[in-house]
């Protein structure tokens, strides 16, 4: 079955310093994975996704991800933390044409001054 | 653009109440998707549209949880009745342009007492 683990359910890190969110997926075929974030009292929001091909995305407000195939992995990370990025960051799966879309637990953010 | 719009945003119930929630997807989308969301659970899935046809309805959600949508740009959630278990966030979501990306509602929070 399809699972998302997200094994820090906190981390916190100083303003300016390098950030990563690990994720790890188990999943039968190609995946397609996706980064959100949730703000205070907000749904949802893409950060990035990664749809097979460059193993390296890019996604809004200077987030990148990786997906590596081999290590079952698809890490965030930001290499400078800002204030405003204090949230919680889900990781999620899906498959081409699916719907069933299996979100981690989630790791909340907190950023120190 | 509009979002995902969802009313009301915040909800106040006693127990054995029953109580709708609505949710307007974003104009043109065809896949809508009612969440809910807890801190001990996380996201789980409660139902799934495409093109208004009612494609999974959240198994252990059956019996007290409703989905319905009336038209391709409304849909709501009945919950009846209520039980203060079911005090969470109630996320909706749409899907459409042949993209996976997920678009949220801010949410409506439920309380229950």
């Known amino acids: 079955a399809q699972s998302v683990t997200q094994p820090d359910a906190r981390v916190t890190v100083s303003e300016g310093a390098s950030l990563q969110l690990r994720c790890k997926y188990s999943?039968?075929?190609?995946?397609?994975l996706f980064w959100y974030v949730q703000y205070p009292r907000q749904g949802l929001q893409l950060l990035l996704k990664?749809?097979?091909?460059?193993?390296v995305v890019q996604g809004v407000n200077g987030f990148e991800a990786e997906f590596s195939k081999s290590n079952s992995s698809f890490h965030l990370r930001k290499a400078s933390v800002h204030w405003s990025d204090w949230a919680v960051y889900f990781c999620?799966?899906?498959?081409?044409?699916?719907?069933?879309?299996?979100f981690g637990s989630g790791t909340r953010l907190l950023v120190s001054p | 653009d509009a979002g995902v719009t969802q009313t009301p945003r915040h909800e106040v119930a006693e127990k054995g109440q029953t109580i709708i929630l609505k949710c307007e997807p974003v104009?043109?989308?065809?896949?809508l998707f009612w969440y809910r969301q807890t801190k001990i659970q996380g996201l789980e899935l409660l139902s799934y549209?495409?093109?208004?046809?009612?494609?999974?309805d959240g198994g252990a959600f059956k019996d007290r949880f409703k989905a319905e949508m009336l038209n391709s740009s409304f849909s709501t959630l009945k919950i009846q009745p209520t039980e203060p278990k079911d005090s969470a966030v109630y996320l909706c979501?749409?899907?459409?342009?042949?993209?996976?990306?997920?678009?949220f509602g801010a949410g409506t929070r439920l309380s229950v007492l």
């Open positions: 104009s043109g989308h065809n896949d």
């Open positions: 549209f495409r093109s208004k046809s009612l494609m999974e």
């Open positions: 999943y039968f075929g190609t995946p397609y």
């Open positions: 999620a799966v899906t498959r081409t044409g699916g719907y069933k879309v299996v």
């Open positions: 979501a749409s899907v459409g342009g042949g993209q996976n990306t997920l678009y």
């Open positions: 990664y749809y097979p091909g460059d193993p």
